[in-house]
Every structure is written in C-alpha cells, then in structure tokens.
T-cell receptor
Framework: GAVVSQHPSWVICKSGTSVKIECRSL??????MFWYRQFPKQSLMLMAT?????????EQGVEKDKFLINHASLTLSTLTVTSAHPEDSSFYIC??????????????FGPGTRLLVL | GQQVMQIPQYQHVQEGEDFTTYCNSS?????IQWYKQRPGGHPVFLIQ?????EVKKQKRLTFQFGEAKKNSSLHITATQTTDVGTYFC?????????FGKGTMLLVSP
C-alpha cells in the first residue's frame, strides 16, 4: 500500500495564532511531498513542493513566510500556518511521491486537514 | 505549467445512467491522471494514462487518452450512488501535478 497520514484532521484556532500540520508517509519513503489548499467546491491548488533536506519551492502568490514548510525526513513534512487569519480557513491536503522509480509519478494523498480560523 | 480544462463542471444523473467527464489541453501531455474525491474526503488516485490512444477499464469506469495526447475522458457506465463525488484530471509536469477544476457528479437513486 501507500498510506499518507495527516494530523490533525481538523483544527479551530483564533486569529493570529499559528497552526502546524503534519504529513507522514507511513509505509514508504517520499523524496518529495506536496502541499495543496482546497477551498469549498474548488479544485486543489498547489501551494508548495517540499523536498527532503532542502528548502521548499513555493507557487506564485503563496507567501513563504506565512506558510512555513519543513521536510526533515523522508517520511515527514510539516506545514505551519503562521499568524492565521479567517481567510486562511481552508482544507489543506498533502501528498507524497514515492522514492522508488516505479511509482515516482504517482502522488498519494493524505486525508486532509480542515482549518477554521475564527 | 500545463493547463487543463475539464468539463462539465457539474452533472446530475439518475442511477443507471451513464456519465462522462472530459479533460482538454492545448498542448501535448506526457501523461494524464484521474482522481476521485468523495464529499468531505481527499483525492484518491484512479489511474494514469501515458500512451497515445490508450484505453483502460476499471469495472464500470473507462478511461481514454486521445490520439494526439491533448485530451482524455472518463466514462462511467450505469452509475451507482457510490459514484458520487468530484472527478479530477491532473497532468504532471516536472514532478508537480496540475489539477483540472473537476466535475462534480451527483447520482439520484
């Protein structure tokens, strides 16, 4: 299998606080992990690409100082939403790309984290 | 990056009717992937198409990749209520995926 977990599955926080979301590949190693954001009834928008041991690559329009990404190991990437505001409320989904050659073009998605900022 | 247009945005069918969603690009695609996202859930990988003119089947689902590798379709035969969800096509660039806007399928019993 190829299982990706995310924690927490949902979080409610006050405006101005920071929220950390973890993404783990449970049964495979992932050189690359991706963070997406999905607003209601919209498609997934790629926020950033995270490579183990190096700085994340952010998509245009995504503030790197606001969305801090750390990919410390081949099985864990974290996204921290700093000084969250109500407009950051969204469904955040990570995906992981297996390291092994045969599955490298496939991304396996985590279950997502619903963030509500009050 | 590569852009894909997906149509229709939304379709409501009666159980037993067929359903098709289309993905189109102005440029030649190296491959195309299809995902299903149930309401409240996350995208689940269905299939990847790579070859020109490729047709793959998964039970009632038929996936096609156009001869020119610029379009793709997903066809569901005799829909069931369990088919409800949003179907996304996605194209892979240099290690990233670009998703179409998705087609939301609603199936009435």
């Amino acid at each position: 299998g190829a299982v990706v977990s995310q924690h927490p599955s949902w979080v409610i926080c006050k405006s101005g606080t920071s929220v950390k979301i973890e993404c783990r590949s449970l049964d495979f190693q992932a050189t690359t992990m991706f963070w997406y954001r999905q607003f209601p009834k919209q498609s997934l928008m790629l926020m950033a690409t995270s490579n183990e041991g190096s700085k994340a690559t952010y998509e245009q329009g995504v503030e790197k100082d606001k969305f801090l990404i750390n990919h410390a190991s081949l099985t864990l990437s974290t996204l921290t939403v700093t000084s969250a505001h109500p407009e950051d409320s969204s469904f955040y989904i990570c995906s992981a790309q297996p390291q092994d050659r045969g599955r490298r073009e496939t991304q396996y998605f985590g279950p997502g984290t619903r963030l509500l900022v009050l | 990056g590569q852009q894909v247009m997906q149509i229709p945005q939304y379709q409501h069918v009666q159980e037993g009717e067929d359903f098709t969603t289309y993905c189109n690009s102005s440029t030649t695609l190296s491959n195309i992937q299809w995902y299903k996202q149930r309401p409240g859930g996350h995208p689940v990988f269905l299939i990847q198409l790579v070859k020109s003119g490729e047709v793959k089947k998964q039970k009632r689902l038929t996936f096609q990749f156009g001869e020119a590798k610029k379009n793709s379709s997903l066809h569901i035969t005799a829909t069931q209520t369990t088919d409800v969800g949003t179907y996304f096509c996605a194209v892979s660039g240099y290690s990233t995926l670009t998703f179409g806007k998705g087609t939301m399928l609603l199936v009435s019993p």
